[in-house]
């Protein structure tokens, strides 16, 4: 009799793993990066227009890579501005990582990061439960595990902004 098939969200380090495997046997970052160079301008071309300071989202950011190249263009475009990256990464491993590509960036400056050490389920829950909501500017999932993307509500992370993007 075969065993069942282990689900990945129950074992981060078999998912962690497997998910290495999977960037090393594809373009993901490749085309993240083109994204980054040929849409990324235009998505976030609004969203610091008149704004001391840019609310950002990043569910799932992983070790930051990514993340950071998306600052760097909203950094460029919106020079001197301050922002607030909130980062839900549900891997201590990922986010000392991720602390560790900060430490390493230069002209950071003006980027203050808060890290969520939770799934986005988790995150949605407890501002439920704290009765908070946050206004975002920009949300992304870049890196987030897509099947259960499903069990968050866009209205519990904020009651403006409504999936991924920008707001008009």
């Known amino acids: 009799m075969a065993l069942p098939m282990r689900s990945l969200f129950t074992d981060p380090d078999r998912y962690l793993q497997s998910f290495r495997l999977f960037l090393a046997n594809s373009t993901e ?3 993240m990066q083109e994204f980054m160079e040929r849409q990324l301008p235009s998505v976030i071309g609004s969203i610091g227009n008149g704004k001391s300071a840019i609310n950002i989202l990043s569910v ?3 070790a930051g890579e990514i993340d950071l190249l998306i600052l760097s263009k909203i950094q460029a475009r919106y020079p ?6 909130h980062v ?4 201590a491993d990922q986010i000392f990582k991720y602390k560790e590509h900060v430490a390493a960036t230069s002209n950071l400056e003006n980027v203050k990061f808060t890290w969520h050490e939770e799934t986005a389920y988790e995150y949605e829950s407890r ?3 704290e009765k908070k909501t946050k206004k975002w500017d920009f949300i992304h999932m870049i890196q987030t595990r897509k099947q259960r993307l499903g069990e968050v509500s866009p209205k519990a992370i904020s009651t403006e902004e409504r999936g991924v993007g920008r707001r008009g």
């Open 60 to 62: 799932g950011g992983g």
């Open 80 to 85: 001197g501005v301050t922002i607030n990256n």
């Open 127 to 129: 501002m439920s439960a």
């Open 88 to 91: 839900i990464e549900p891997s």
């Open 29 to 31: 970052h490749q085309c």
